[in-house]
C-alpha cells in the first residue's frame, strides 16, 4: 500500500472534546466513564457519555439535520481546527475531489425512538420530528457532506463496532483508484435506549466501569463519540496511514470465532499491507470490551502473533465502547501515541486474566512509538485493523 499522510484529526469522547482533553486522560488516568444518567427507564450500568451535546449552539442552516447524533458530529468536527483543515484541503483539491467515508452503527436511531414515542392520534410523527433525513442510515454522512462543503463520494459504513476503521480502509481505495485526491474519514455514534437496553438484553452490560482483560471484568460500558481525520495522497503529515486489513469470519451474530480466525486474518493482511513484521510493531489499541469472550479470544491471538516487547493495552475504561465510532476514536488514539511517545495503559484494571500474554499492559508508559496498531471486532465478524507511522516507510 502507498502511504497516506494524516494530515488532521480529532476526538471528542466522554473525556471531553478534543485531542488535547483526550490525551491529557490517557496520561493522568482519568477515565470519563459515569454511573448512567441517559435513559429515563433505569439501567444500573456505566456510561461514556459527552457533556455539552445538548447545550450546543445549533446552526438555523442546518435545521432539518438536528438531532444528538449530528449535534455530536458538529460538536467533534469543530474541534482542534478539523473543519478549517478540510477547507484548507478543499481549496487544493476542490470540493468534488474530496470523499466523506464515515461510520455509524445507529446514526440517528435516537430521534426515530423519540419520534415513535411521541406518535400522534393519527399515528404520525409530531411535527418536529417529521424530517425523513433525519430518520435514515445516510443522516450523518448527508449532514456532514452539507455541514463540511464537500461534493466528491459520500458513503455510510455500518459494520457495527468496526464501522468507522473500515473507513480508512474505503478511503484508501478511493484514493488509489484516482477517484479522489483525499478523504474525511470518521464515525459517530450517540447513546440511545435501543443500544443500551440492546445490549443489556444480551447480558453484555456491566454495572461498574469496564475492566478489560481484567480477570473480574464483567461486561462492556457503553460510549459515545465522534472521531475525525483528514487523508491525502501527500502533504503536511501529522503521521502516516500505511496498511489495513479487513476479514469477515461469519462464525456468530454475536460472537468472535472461537480461535480468532477473523481477527488474526485482518492483522496479517494489516502487517503484509504495511510491509512490517510483528516486531517493527510498538504499540497496539486492543479491541478489548471487557466482554469474556472478545477479550480472551482477542489475548491469545496477540500472544501468539506478537513478541512480549510489543505493548498493547484497551482503552474503553476511558471512553467506553463508542460502537461504531471506536474505530476512529482508537486510530486517533494511536496517533497521540506515536506524537507523544506515550503508550496507554488499560484503566480500571488491577489483574490481568491468566489467558492474556506479556503484550497486554495495565500501566501506561512514556517511551517512542514509531508504528501502532488498533484493532476493530465487530458482530457478525466483521475485522478490521489499521497501521500507522509516524514517519513515511
Same mark, same amino acid.
Given at each position: ?8 484529526? #480529532?476526538? =471528542?469522547?466522554?473525556? $471531553?472534546?478534543?485531542?488535547? %482533553?483526550? &490525551?491529557?486522560?490517557?496520561? *493522568? /488516568? @482519568? ?72 461510520? #455509524?452503527? =445507529?446514526?440517528?436511531? $435516537?430521534?426515530?425512538?423519540? %419520534?415513535? &414515542?411521541?406518535?400522534?392520534? *393519527? /399515528? @404520525? ?269
Amino acid at each position: 500500500m502507498t502511504p497516506l499522510a494524516v494530515t488532521a484529526y #480529532t476526538a =471528542t469522547t466522554a473525556v $471531553g472534546v478534543g485531542t488535547a %482533553a483526550l &490525551a491529557a486522560a490517557l496520561r *493522568d /488516568g @482519568r477515565g470519563g466513564l459515569r454511573p448512567n444518567d441517559f435513559t429515563q427507564a433505569p439501567l444500573a450500568t456505566y456510561i461514556g457519555r459527552v457533556d455539552g451535546v445538548e447545550t450546543l449552539e445549533w446552526p438555523a442552516a442546518f435545521a432539518a439535520w438536528e438531532c444528538r447524533n449530528n449535534r455530536l458530529a458538529w460538536l467533534g468536527a469543530g474541534a482542534d481546527g478539523f473543519a478549517a483543515a478540510v477547507a484548507a484541503a478543499r481549496r487544493r483539491h476542490g470540493a468534488a475531489r474530496i470523499a466523506l467515508v464515515v461510520g #455509524t452503527s =445507529t446514526s440517528s436511531i $435516537g430521534a426515530s425512538e423519540e %419520534a415513535y &414515542a411521541r406518535l400522534g392520534p *393519527d /399515528g @404520525r410523527f409530531p411535527p418536529d420530528l417529521d424530517r425523513p433525513v433525519v430518520h435514515q442510515p445516510h443522516s450523518l454522512g448527508v449532514f456532514l457532506a452539507e455541514a463540511l462543503g464537500l461534493d466528491g463520494p459520500c458513503v455510510t459504513v455500518s459494520t457495527a463496532c468496526s464501522s468507522s476503521a473500515k473507513v480508512f480502509a474505503y478511503a484508501e481505495r478511493l484514493i488509489r483508484l484516482g477517484l479522489v485526491d483525499a478523504a474525511v474519514v470518521g464515525g459517530v455514534d450517540t447513546l440511545c435506549g435501543s443500544v443500551l437496553f440492546g445490549f443489556h438484553s444480551l447480558a453484555l452490560t456491566s454495572g461498574e466501569p469496564c475492566r478489560p482483560f481484567d480477570v473480574t471484568r464483567s461486561g462492556i460500558s457503553i460510549g459515545e463519540a465522534a472521531g475525525f481525520a483528514l487523508l491525502e495522497r501527500d502533504g503536511d503529515a501529522q503521521a502516516w496511514f500505511i496498511g489495513h486489513g479487513e476479514s469477515s469470519d461469519a462464525h456468530h451474530m454475536s460472537s468472535p470465532h472461537p480461535e480468532g480466525l477473523g481477527a488474526r486474518l485482518a492483522l496479517e493482511a494489516a502487517l503484509e499491507r504495511a510491509g512490517l513484521v510483528p516486531a517493527a510493531v510498538d504499540y497496539i489499541n486492543l479491541h478489548g470490551t471487557a466482554s469474556q469472550k472478545n477479550d480472551e479470544i482477542e489475548a491469545a491471538v496477540v500472544a501468539a502473533m506478537f513478541p512480549p516487547g510489543v505493548a498493547a493495552s484497551s482503552t474503553k475504561g476511558w471512553t467506553g465502547h463508542t460502537l461504531g465510532a471506536a474505530g476512529v476514536v482508537e486510530a486517533v488514539i494511536c496517533l497521540l501515541a506515536i506524537r507523544d511517545g506515550f503508550r496507554p495503559g488499560t484503566l480500571n484494571s488491577s489483574k490481568l486474566d491468566p489467558a492474556c500474554g506479556p503484550q497486554i499492559r495495565i500501566a501506561g508508559a512514556h517511551a517512542p512509538v514509531a508504528v501502532a496498531l488498533t484493532e476493530s471486532f465487530g458482530f457478525g465478524g466483521n475485522n478490521c485493523v489499521l497501521a500507522f507511522a509516524g514517519r513515511r516507510p
